[in-house]
């Protein structure tokens, strides 16, 4: 079994910056994608970034130049570097992984997420 666990939520206030992370653990094979989500309150779960094992990164469009992917594939850990953040960044973050448990046997999961709150 495979967990991913996220940290890093919390209040800030608008153009503040928070920083999350998201490590997965258990029986890891290797990890090929790992991506961060948000739900906002009431709306549909929609992708915030994402990032290979080789470091190729996509944003979402309402994200994209204010945060930044990165990852370090030697703790199969992701982060999420947020500035410049405005109330309608306020949402439950998700981390999401392709997890290989063996060379053949893929999974996808998910963490638990972690709140973020925008507001003064």
């Known amino acids: 079994q495979v967990q991913l666990v996220e940290s890093g939520g919390g209040l800030v206030q608008p153009g503040g910056s928070l920083t999350l992370t998201c490590a997965a653990s258990g029986s890891i094979f290797s990890v090929r994608i790992m991506d961060w989500y948000r739900q906002p309150p009431g709306k549909q779960r929609e992708l915030v970034a994402g990032?290979?094992?080789?470091?190729?990164?996509n944003y979402g469009v309402s994200v994209n130049g204010r945060f930044t992917i990165s990852r370090d594939n030697s703790k199969n850990t992701i982060y999420l570097q947020m500035n410049n953040l405005v109330p309608v960044d306020t949402a439950a973050y998700y981390c999401?992984?392709?997890?290989?448990?063996?060379?053949?046997?893929?999974?996808?999961?998910w963490g638990q997420g972690t709140q973020v709150t925008v507001s003064s």
């Open positions: 999401n992984a392709n997890v290989y448990a063996s060379w053949h046997d893929e999974d996808n999961y």
């Open positions: 990032i290979t094992a080789g470091g190729q990164t």
